[in-house]
């Protein structure tokens, strides 16, 4: 309880103008707000991507932030905002480009085959695994158990894949 009043008050001190309040404010609340945005996330500079907005948005909003209202709710309802919203727009990205590969591959131009397979082939072989098997359907928990890559790993060797495949392709 101590906390929570600590965390109010030093909001209240910064809409009265004391800058230093907020420096407080995020050394008192960082940690949980981080750890918060991991557990979701999964990234860790995804997570302090997402503590620092929260800030930004606590600042551009610090005006209707009322002085009986949960300081440190209020924090972490925008954190698992930004991070379901972010996480949204990474499987709606990749989701996208997954079917348009797909889609590269199902044309009936045997040259624009012949192209996937080639750039395909240029890829690194992990990444080049990964892409496969998530372009056939496995799921993530599927391509751990497969490959033995941690899920951490597969999400990077999905990201890099991505990126290299289409920087290659639009040569």
């Known amino acids: 309880m101590q906390v929570k009043s600590e965390i109010t008050d030093l909001i209240m001190q910064y809409k009265k103008g004391d800058n230093f309040a ?3 404010l995020m050394l008192l609340t960082y940690q949980d707000l981080y750890r ?4 979701y996330l999964k ?15 606590l600042i551009e909003k610090i005006h209707t932030i009322r002085s009986d209202q949960s300081a440190i709710g ?16 990474r499987k709606y990205e990749f989701s996208a480009e997954i079917e ?3 889609a590269s591959q199902a044309k009936e131009s045997t040259e624009e085959q012949a192209y996937v397979r080639f ?18 359907g496995f799921t993530l928990n599927d391509i751990v158990e497969k490959t033995g ?3 951490n790993q597969v999400r990077l060797l999905i990201d890099k894949g ?4 289409f920087e290659k392709y639009h040569k």
């Open 149 to 151: 890559y941690t899920i």
């Open 22 to 24: 907020l420096e407080r």
């Open 162 to 165: 991505k990126k290299n495949f």
């Open 36 to 39: 918060l945005a991991l557990g």
């Open 100 to 102: 348009w590969l797909d």
């Open 74 to 89: 209020y924090l972490r309802t925008i954190v698992i905002n930004k991070s379901f919203n972010l996480l949204k727009k």
């Open 119 to 136: 750039v395909l082939s240029t890829l690194d072989e992990a990444e080049r695994e990964i892409m496969l098997l998530k372009s056939f």
């Open 43 to 57: 990234d860790r500079m995804l997570a302090e991507d997402i503590v620092s907005e929260t800030y930004i948005k």
